[in-house]
Every structure is written in structure tokens, then in C-alpha cells.
């Protein structure tokens, strides 16, 4: 399974754009790149999934360079209630007969102040 | 449409009771994963249920199985509590067919605690 590298924590206040970078060194050819957000007492929800280059929904941005070892997830102009903890996960395309489960580190947590 | 359901939403139970928690996956959804999140740790890949068949399993004790139902439903049960089984229990339903990697929509969870 790809192991995933976050920091820890990451501090920011309102309005301000939000970088969080994973580092998935063992990244496999099939493997996409999903990011997800979790508050207290929820299950963790989607934000954004990509397989390389740069993908960008309503609420995030996901760059992914070329050599696809690491991600960055982009929140622009972070609000209080973006204060949630962030996971990077990697795992194949589901139609793979393997279809390997995704897997959860320990996430990063951010913390947004007024 | 209705996303995931976890039921109960809270139980407690005693050292060595049993416990079955259910899952009802969002409409057009044929996989379930079950996973356990311990307070301030990220969650824990306990197993997967397709096809009404268990196809990948975590690191996680025999004490520990499940089902799924023809209507994709699914239950996990655990057998012999131990007072480490306190934690939120998660189901998360995906598409197999999607195109794209896995997307999982989680449910609320299920938050057991062991006395």
C-alpha cells in the first residue's frame, strides 16, 4: 500500500490561502490521489481527487508535479468552519481487479483563527 | 438521496458482550468498507464487502466480521469486546464501476464505548 506523509498540524487565519502537501513517495502507476476532510464526531467527507497536473473544484485546488510523489491540496481564503483535520490518501482505480483499500494516515490538522 | 446511514449512532456495552453495527450504503452504491477511528487517530481499514463477499481485510482480529446483504447493506460485528474497541466505527460506500479511483462517503459512525 502507498504511504502517505502529512504534517501534523498547520496553523492559518481568515482569508488566507491554505497549502497542505503530502508526500506519497511509492506512488504506483494506477494510483489516483483523494483528499478528504473530517470534524470531530463525522465521518471524513471528499474534497478533491486527482491523478496528475492540476485539478480544481469549487472548494479546493490539488497540484500533483509530474513525478506524482507528492500532492498539495490549495483551500483558498480559509473561513473558521475550514478548521478540520485534512487526509491525503492514494489508492487505485476502482475498476482495478485489485481494487486495493484505501488506507488513512494521521492527517493534518488545521486550525484556522480570526 | 440519502448518503450513508450508521445505526446505532451511540451504544455501550460491557468487556465481553458482542456488538453489531449497521450500514445502509448511499443509493447506487455496491461496495462497503468499514473502518475504526480511535480518538485522534485517523481511521483504521478493519475490512471490504462486495458482491456480498469479504474481498480485503486490515490488520484486525478474527473477533471482527461482517456481511453484506444482496441490497448492499452491511453489518460488522465484534465479538469479546475489549475495552480497546471503544472508538467511532465508520462505513463508507464506493461504486465499483466508477470511473476514476475509489470515492468513499462515509456515514457518521457508529461510537462504541467498552466499560
Known amino acids: 500500500l502507498a504511504k502517505t506523509t502529512q504534517p501534523i498540524s498547520m496553523d492559518s487565519y481568515e482569508g488566507q490561502e491554505v497549502n497542505i502537501t503530502c508526500s506519497h513517495n511509492?506512488?504506483?502507476?494506477?494510483?489516483?490521489i483523494t483528499w478528504y476532510q473530517q470534524f470531530p464526531s463525522q465521518g471524513p467527507r471528499f474534497i478533491i481527487q486527482?491523478?496528475?497536473t492540476k485539478v480544481t473544484n469549487e472548494v479546493a485546488s490539488l497540484f500533483i508535479p509530474a513525478d506524482r510523489k507528492s500532492s498539495t491540496l490549495s483551500l483558498p481564503r480559509v473561513s473558521l468552519s475550514d478548521t478540520a483535520v485534512y487526509y491525503c490518501?492514494?489508492?487505485?482505480?476502482?475498476?482495478?481487479?485489485?481494487?486495493?483499500?484505501?488506507?488513512f494516515g494521521s492527517g493534518t490538522r488545521l486550525q484556522v483563527q480570526p | 438521496d440519502a448518503g450513508v446511514t450508521q445505526s446505532p449512532t451511540h451504544l455501550i456495552k460491557t468487556r465481553g458482550q458482542q456488538v453489531t453495527l449497521r450500514c445502509s450504503p448511499k443509493?447506487?452504491?455496491?461496495?462497503v468498507s468499514w473502518y475504526q477511528q480511535a480518538l485522534g487517530q485517523g481511521p483504521q481499514f478493519i475490512f471490504q464487502?462486495?458482491?456480498?463477499?469479504?474481498?480485503q481485510r486490515g490488520n484486525f482480529p478474527d473477533r471482527f466480521s461482517g456481511h453484506q446483504f444482496p441490497n448492499y447493506s452491511s453489518e460488522l460485528n465484534v465479538n469479546a469486546l475489549l475495552l480497546g474497541d471503544s472508538a467511532l466505527y465508520l462505513c463508507?460506500?464506493?461504486?465499483?464501476?466508477?470511473?476514476?479511483?475509489?470515492?468513499?462517503?462515509f456515514g457518521a459512525g457508529s461510537r462504541l464505548t467498552v466499560l
Open positions: 511509492n506512488i504506483a502507476t494506477n494510483d489516483y
Open positions: 463508507a460506500s464506493s461504486f465499483a464501476g466508477a470511473d476514476g479511483a475509489n470515492v468513499l462517503t
Open positions: 443509493s447506487g452504491h455496491d461496495t
Open positions: 486527482g491523478y496528475k
Open positions: 464487502y462486495y458482491e456480498e463477499e469479504e474481498r
Open positions: 490518501l492514494v489508492g487505485a482505480s476502482s475498476r482495478d481487479t485489485g481494487r486495493r483499500a484505501l488506507t
